[in-house]
Every structure is written in structure tokens, then in C-alpha cells.
């Protein structure tokens, strides 16, 4: 083997993947590019392979080996990964992709020399904000009060935000309106079912969508009732650690899982329910990340056995079968979460309940299986890319002419929002939380 010459620095980085990054992971990898049709990334760059899963995980095991520097070409295709991890329900190997893109993420960051204004973003962000559920309401708050003084009407018009990216101007306009905090009641510990209980479940609340999307968690805990469930709400849960997961955090992420782990233990739910395919899937993932905490690891595993999304729990106690759903008549397509579809396999569920609704007419949108290029924060660090793969998806949504496009998860719902702006197809078309609708169908 020829010596491949290394500065310190990618010394320091290649031995990291020689002892952390899972060998047999990376043989499992037979090469065969079933993988390649289903990669956004690869599709977009116009089939470059070191933008697709098998590409990544050859430059992953070229690193891990010593045969190739980890330099700025390794890290930026994995830096371009949207993680959505589409690669591995059609991995005939059962390629664990997602865990072996984190850890790698992971090392990378460990040995990353940032500036002193990235280094304060991702402070605040990864451990100033979204850790601490006080100051997310806050913050929100903050977003409220610029929404409802005016501050929103005069920044539109004196061109305040065309100093900032196109995307973000859109996705500004794309923004729901956030409730004030005094209208943001804490929840109750318990909520009974209307009916004699057929199943308890904790609800995991989240940290976005108890804020920017409240109203879709109060409809959550609604259905639920409805479906004859008794619900726990447990005080201490935080956020389930998915931004810092994705982005190299991976100690800030298990500190989070954690807490959580310690939060839902002793409420004796049957499951546990997440109405955020991201959330959902990173909390179905602890049993993963905490695989090597002696302390934690049975427990994670317990925590992940009970991980249900709110369509398969509602779908599972027939609400669908009992409740009657009506809207007025309107065409609607379901835009599938990559995470809830990919990770938590749920993909039949919400669409069972959608064509229960009498009504409604569901469309299936060609490569509804495929991101909308939200994934986190993806949206605004890759923008470019980002709003390339939406305009794609764009381009699917309308050829099925519907006037309602349906999500399951805050970041798909805030990027359909965003592509809808930037179509200019306000006046015929909106995006909804699957929750949403179907409260809206009972009501």
C-alpha cells in the first residue's frame, strides 16, 4: 500500500474512522448501485457517484482504510448528504447508511477549526436554544410579536429582507403565524379518553411544534382522544436531539436522549407517540445511539419498541374505522416524510386514513417517496441544492392538480409551504400537517 501523505489534522481524522466508524457496516456495502435512483443528491449533481450513498460509503471506507486523505472533497459529499436516508429500503444488504453518515459527521466535527461567527451560531443554536424548551417559547414568541406589531409588514416594505437570501425571503413569507405564549397553555399531565381506553400513550411533544405548531399538537392530543386513547404528557421530555444527531453533535444528541429516556420511562404508556416524522424516527433511533451507554442501553432499546407514529397508532385503534370524517370536497396528495417513510416504515397509514375522509379525493403525486430537500436546517446551509430538488418536487405536486398538499412532519410542511411561494400558487394551493386535517375532518 503506496503512503498516502496527510497534514496532522487528516491524520488525526482517519484515525478516528479506523476506530470508531463500524467495519462490517461498510463491507455490507456490495456496490451494486440499487441505491443511485433513489439519491436526490446524485440525481441533482447529474450522477455523480461521489454524491451518492455507494460513492459515499466507498470514500467512508477509503478514509477508514488510509488509502485516501480526509480532506475538504470527503467531507463536502458527505456535507451534501440530505440524509434521508431513501438508500436503504432498496439496500438488498440492509445498509445501516444513516448511522454510519452520522458518525462520520460526527468525526469530521470533532476535528473541525470553525470561525468565531459559526462557532457562535452553533452554540446557540446546538446548546443555547433548542436543549432548553423555555427559551425555544420564547424565542418563538419573539417570531410572534414580529408577525403580529407590523415589524413584518414594514421589513416586506422597505426590502429589508431582499438582503437576504432568495430562500429565505420566501421562506419567511412561508412561515405560519405563531400563537402568542399566553395562548400556549401548558398541557395537562393526563388527558382522558372519551371512551373506555383501549390504549395509554405518551405523547413526545417536541420542541418546534409545542411552539411554532401548537395548535397541531392541541389536535393531536384531540384525536387521540377520540381514537380512545388516555394520554401522558411528561413534563420533563425535551428536544429529541435530531439537529444535533444530523449535524455532528452526536454527544449533545445522547445527552438529549437521554433526558428523555428518563422523562417517558415512568409513565407507563403502551407507546409513545410523535406526530414529527423527523422527531419520530431520531427517538426510534436511541436504541442506536445509546447502544454502547451501559447505563442506558436496555432502556433505550425498551424507549424504541415503543416509538409509533400518530397515523399508525390511529389507523391501529380503527379511529378511521369509527370516527366520521367529512370536508368539503377538495383534491389533495400526500407528500411522504422521508423519515417517518424510510426509518419508521410508515407509509400505508396516513394514506388510509386520507381516503377515509369523505370528500376528499387523494392523488398520488409521482416520487412522493422522494425529500422535498427540507431535512433540518439543509434548507438554509444548502440552499442552492435545496431549492433545486424542491422545484423538482414542485413540478410533481402540480401535474396531480391538487389543491391540498398534505405532510406529516414540520420541516416537509414548512418546505411545501415554501414551494408553493415560490410558484406563486398561493390563491389554489395549501399545505397542511396531516394532524390538521383530519381535526378539521372531525369537526
Request: glycine share 6%; with cysteine; hydrophobic share 40%.
Amino acid at each position: 500500500m503506496s503512503q498516502v501523505e496527510m497534514t496532522a489534522r487528516e491524520q488525526a481524522i482517519q484515525a478516528d474512522f479506523a476506530k470508531r466508524m463500524d467495519e462490517t457496516e461498510l463491507l455490507n456495502c456490495m456496490q451494486c448501485g440499487f441505491c443511485l435512483p433513489h439519491c436526490p443528491t446524485y440525481l441533482e449533481t447529474g450522477y455523480q457517484e461521489a454524491h451518492s450513498p455507494r460513492g459515499r460509503i466507498a470514500l467512508m471506507k477509503a478514509v477508514h482504510d488510509g488509502l485516501i486523505a480526509p480532506d475538504e472533497e470527503v467531507k463536502r459529499s458527505l456535507d451534501l448528504c440530505l440524509g434521508c436516508r431513501a438508500c436503504e429500503p432498496v439496500c438488498p444488504a440492509g445498509v445501516n447508511y444513516g448511522h454510519m453518515l452520522e458518525e462520520a459527521r460526527d468525526i469530521f466535527e470533532d476535528h473541525s477549526i470553525h470561525s468565531a461567527g459559526v462557532k457562535t451560531v452553533r452554540k446557540t443554536v446546538f446548546e443555547g436554544l433548542f436543549p432548553h424548551q423555555n427559551r425555544m417559547e420564547k424565542a418563538m414568541s419573539l417570531v410572534g410579536f414580529y408577525q403580529r406589531s407590523g415589524l413584518q409588514h414594514i421589513t416586506r416594505k422597505i426590502g429589508f429582507m431582499k438582503l437576504f437570501p432568495e430562500s429565505m425571503q420566501a421562506m419567511e413569507r412561508a412561515m405560519p403565524n405563531v400563537l402568542p405564549q399566553k395562548e400556549r397553555k401548558a398541557h395537562k399531565r393526563v388527558y382522558e379518553a372519551e371512551q373506555a381506553p383501549v390504549a395509554t400513550v405518551a405523547f413526545f411533544k417536541g420542541c418546534l411544534m409545542d411552539t411554532m405548531f401548537y395548535e397541531t399538537n392541541k389536535n393531536t392530543i384531540m384525536l387521540l382522544q377520540k381514537a380512545g386513547c388516555r394520554i401522558v404528557v411528561p413534563d420533563s421530555q425535551g428536544c429529541c436531539g435530531a439537529l444535533h444527531g444530523h449535524s455532528g453533535e452526536k454527544a449533545k444528541a445522547q445527552e438529549m436522549a437521554r433526558k428523555n429516556i428518563d422523562a417517558f420511562e415512568d409513565s407507563g404508556a403502551d407507546f409513545i407517540i410523535s406526530n414529527a416524522g423527523g422527531c419520530g424516527a431520531f427517538l426510534q433511533d436511541y436504541s442506536h445511539l445509546l447502544s454502547k451507554d451501559r447505563d442506558y442501553a436496555e432502556r433505550a432499546a425498551d424507549f424504541t419498541a415503543k416509538m409509533k407514529d400518530i397515523s399508525q397508532i390511529l389507523v391501529e385503534v380503527g379511529f378511521h374505522e369509527r370516527v366520521p370524517l367529512k370536508l368539503a370536497s377538495q383534491r389533495i396528495t400526500y407528500q411522504d416524510s422521508c423519515h417517518l417513510r424510510n426509518v419508521m416504515k410508515t407509509a400505508s397509514a396516513p394514506r388510509q386514513l386520507l381516503q377515509a375522509i369523505e370528500g376528499v379525493e387523494l392523488i398520488e403525486m409521482e416520487k412522493a417517496d422522494s425529500c422535498c430537500g427540507s431535512a433540518g436546517i439543509y434548507n438554509i446551509i444548502e440552499s442552492e441544492m435545496s431549492m433545486q430538488i424542491l422545484d423538482r418536487k414542485m413540478e410533481h405536486t402540480k401535474a396531480t392538480e391538487a389543491t391540498t398538499v398534505v405532510t406529516a412532519n414540520p420541516g416537509c410542511l414548512l418546505q411545501m409551504k415554501l414551494g408553493i411561494e415560490r410558484e406563486g400558487l398561493q390563491q389554489k394551493m395549501e399545505a397542511v400537517h396531516i394532524v390538521d386535517l383530519l381535526a378539521e375532518a372531525v369537526q
